[in-house]
């Protein structure tokens, strides 16, 4: 397997794989990464779809890209996913799937099409004092201090950020910036966080730090995540003869590892299944069968309240977090699932659907978004975060129906609080606490809704879902090298570890629907030998335009104070004036 850019090999066809009609497939799991690894076996490794069986243990596939209605509760979306031009991989794998909704178009033309046409961006990304405009004005608000910490973290190694916290590196200073509210709201990031993926963000996203304050870097996509993406990919994997058990619970893998030499082989799969899942208990697998094993979760017991129930915290038996337990006492190379799963104060929240039945609560909606939420274009364009909010309350509404089943006049609406145990500012409840109804009140109390009207429209003018989710950030504790197992290891001939925590030899970042397709990539590239290069991670990071362009948004277009008197800056703009390198600085205004 090696990394390719440009067209050469992007628009290429490999060859046959040897030997791949004497192969089988095997994954364990069903979300995007299954899927999507399924697809390039049968793509790129031209591998029959009915020599591949996918196993899960919920009843329907799309892992942590959900979007249902559920029965009495309403609708329910665990949390969104934010895309980009740039997630090279999960384009080059949606090009080759048909859309549902547009005849002879792929996902990637509908989507390319629908984003051209209705570009993203926000109108107001924080408010404060009940819905009033926080008047960030797209600034950072960066001190120097603050600046030269983010230049410090960006050119360290990887290894003098490993085990680190994000509060470990950055001072108050660089925490107290609108720079750090836009992020931490935007990814997720908390204070305790890891700063290696903090660095590995900056340099993956360093191209849309202008993008940031107003999400013009980012895209979305028609309908909710399940339907837009899980939905074509499942029907087209389906069509292709692909088998799949859902009511399946993967417990053990068993391996054949010689300590001599090295070679590792996974030799039997066990699982146990409900009435309607896979057959038997396990299979024994040979050189021949290919083993794609997501491991972790970070949906993994999410629990859902109702209007009038909050959702509980469920700190028991996690069957993903186990499985990799059991994998990784055979082998050191197998990783380290701890370092992630033991620390659910550190890696849960809690998320919201709120499905708005009263045509009084679109009009606030429209007074912070400046859109009509109901004109089936972009609304908020991304999150809007109540800056004052003692949960640090974040809510978003995309395009809408944002569900095929929503009827015309309903608005559905997803909130998210990064604190989950400090209590709210209108109901004095945490948001743990907090029953679908009573994070409403808090929802519409941050919106600016009239203090005797948010009882009743909570109660009668929404219906809201809340879910508590353990280990929704467990990927962003702090980590060294070797606590994900590489994405094949070495000395392995017919097995991988896929998804968000398996560690890809490339400089991506996780929490990403690309970094759930590269690592499928990969796996399948290296496992079959095809003869075609993955799309490596854009090269923003080492192109000298993007690097002058973040560090001009960065200063909020400050210019850069030459040392030195008149005469010393009249000598320096003398050098530079007449070059290429002078034409740059003053193209992104770093200089008069």
Known sequence: MHYTSGNYEAFARPRKPAGVDDKTAWFVGAGLASLSGAAFLIRDGQMPGDKITILEELKLPGGALDGIKAPKKGFVVRGGREMEDHFETLWDLFRSIPSLEVEGASVLDE?????????NFSLQRATVDRGQDARTDGKFSLSDKAQKEIVKVFLATREEMENKRIDEVFSREFLGSHFWLYWRTMFAFEEWHSALEMKLYLHRFIHH???????????????????SLVLPLYTWLLDQGVKFHFSTEVTDVEFDIDATSGRKQATRLHWTAGSDGAPGDGV????????FMTIGSLTENSDEGDQHTPAKLNEGPAPAWDLWRRIAAKDPAFGRPGVFADHIPETKWESATVTT???????????????????????????????????????TVN???????????????????????????????????????????????HMGVPVDEIDDLAATGAKTVPVMMPYVTAFFMPRQAGDRPDVVPAGSVNFAFIGQFAESA?????????????????????LLDIERGVPEVFGSTYD?????????????GEEIKLPGGP?????????????QIGELLHQFGLLE
């Open 111 to 119: 989507f390319y099409w629908l984003n051209k046409d209705d570009p």
């Open 399 to 445: 395009r809408q129906p944002h569900f095929k089943q929503q009827k015309p006049d309903e608005c559905v609406v997803w909130v998210y609080a990064l604190f989950s145990d400090v209590p709210g500012n209108y109901t004095g409840k945490t948001i743990q606490e907090s029953t679908g109804e009573e994070i409403a009140r808090e929802w519409l109390y």
């Open 506 to 526: 490339s400089r991506d970042c996780i929490f990403t629907t690309e970094y759930s397709v590269r690592t499928p990539m990969e796996a399948v590239y290296t």
């Open 357 to 395: 039945v009263d045509a009084r609560i679109p009009a606030y909606i429209e007074k912070i978004a400046k859109r009509d939420p109901l004109s089936g274009k972009v609304v908020t364009g991304g999150i809007v975060t109540a800056k004052d909010s003692s949960w640090l309350l974040s809510w």
């Open 567 to 579: 005469l010393i800056r009249r000598l320096v703009n003398k050098k530079i004036d007449d070059n």
């Open 284 to 291: 024994d697998l040979t050189e021949n069968d290919l083993l």
């Open 544 to 556: 000298v335009r993007a690097l002058l362009s973040a560090t001009s948004r960065l200063r909020d």
């Open 209 to 227: 730090i202008g993008g940031l304050p107003d999400f013009s870097a980012l895209k979305f996509t028609k309908y909710n995540q399940y339907e």
